[in-house]
């Protein structure tokens, strides 16, 4: 069965991981790009994008796929909507891995803003001493708080004209751990956690830090998801809908 899965997270690693040497599957992880050195599975991958939706549609046509997992980032907007109407037009059936979000707990100090500029600004006009997990793309928004100092965590470091003036680079990939998260956030003296709110378990352990610590956590709350596509919240989802799919096709083909 031809599988096409829209990566870029942990899920969709995981996925194909979980396929490698599987004879019912043949599939193919589908990646933005968007990362310098990727971690590869032992699947095939295609890397960069496909021309919008009618591009993704054709490219699903073309490959006789005969389902696609949109397991992408829950902030990551356009390829989910373009996965939807690509999957419609080519009928494809669809599923979409989507990480609950993060909940706050007793003990947690949390504060949700709507947009990366909100968080810039909800950090307020006294200097503090900043741990942004945001990715690079929307870095640009902490120049509009340049008093601030930043620690920037990310896998790849952005460049440099997005950064801003006081902010220190660590270039590093997840998980993370609760214990390094909390000799983190001692031995940089943070203040103030910056963090979308991204969901999953790679990542959660600052959250745990930042509880443990009392600090403030400003939260980006997720954008809408797409809606349209039926959806289950873990990559075992995902391999289980595979599952049935392939049955199904088996008991057509005898
Ligand atoms: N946004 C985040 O916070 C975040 C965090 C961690 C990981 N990621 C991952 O990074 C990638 C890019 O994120 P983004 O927010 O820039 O996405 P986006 O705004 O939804 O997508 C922008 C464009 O990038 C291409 N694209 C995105 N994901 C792709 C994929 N898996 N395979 C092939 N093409 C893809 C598509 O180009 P075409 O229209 O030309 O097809 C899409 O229209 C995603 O794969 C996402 O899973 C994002």
């Known amino acids: 069965m031809r599988v096409l899965i829209l990566g870029g997270t942990a899920e969709a690693s995981r996925l194909a991981d979980a396929l490698v040497g599987d004879g019912r599957y043949a599939a193919t992880l589908s990646l933005a790009g968007a990362t310098r ?28 796929t005969e389902a696609l997992v949109d397991a992408t980032h829950p902030f990551a907007q356009a390829i989910s909507r373009n996965a939807v109407l ?10 979409r891995v989507a990480r609950p979000e993060w909940r706050p707990v007793p003990g947690d100090r949390w504060t949700v803003v709507p947009a990366m500029q909100a968080a810039a600004a909800a950090l307020g006009p006294v200097r503090r001493r900043v741990l942004l997990t945001v990715g690079t793309r929307e870095v640009g928004a902490f120049r509009e708080a340049a008093h601030h100092h930043y620690l920037l965590r990310s896998v790849d470091p952005p460049p440099p004209e997005l950064l801003p003036p006081d902010c220190r680079v660590l270039a590093l990939r997840g998980p993370f751990t609760v214990e390094g998260e909390l000799a983190l956030l001692r031995e940089q003296a943070i203040q103030v956690i910056v963090s979308k709110n991204s969901g999953g378990t790679a990542t959660a352990a600052k959250l ?12 980006v709350a997720r954008p809408p998801g797409t809606g349209d596509a039926g959806s289950v919240p873990d990559w075992q989802g995902a391999l289980a809908w595979l599952e049935a799919r392939h049955r199904v096709r088996a008991s057509r083909l005898v």
């Open 208 to 219: 745990e830090a930042a509880r443990q610590l009392g600090l403030p956590v400003l939260l």
């Open 86 to 95: 690509a999957a419609a037009e080519a009928r494809v059936p669809l599923l």
């Open 37 to 64: 050195n990727p971690l590869l599975p032992a699947i095939p991958v295609r890397i960069g994008g496909y021309g919008g939706a009618a591009g993704l549609a054709a490219w699903l046509r073309h490959h006789a």
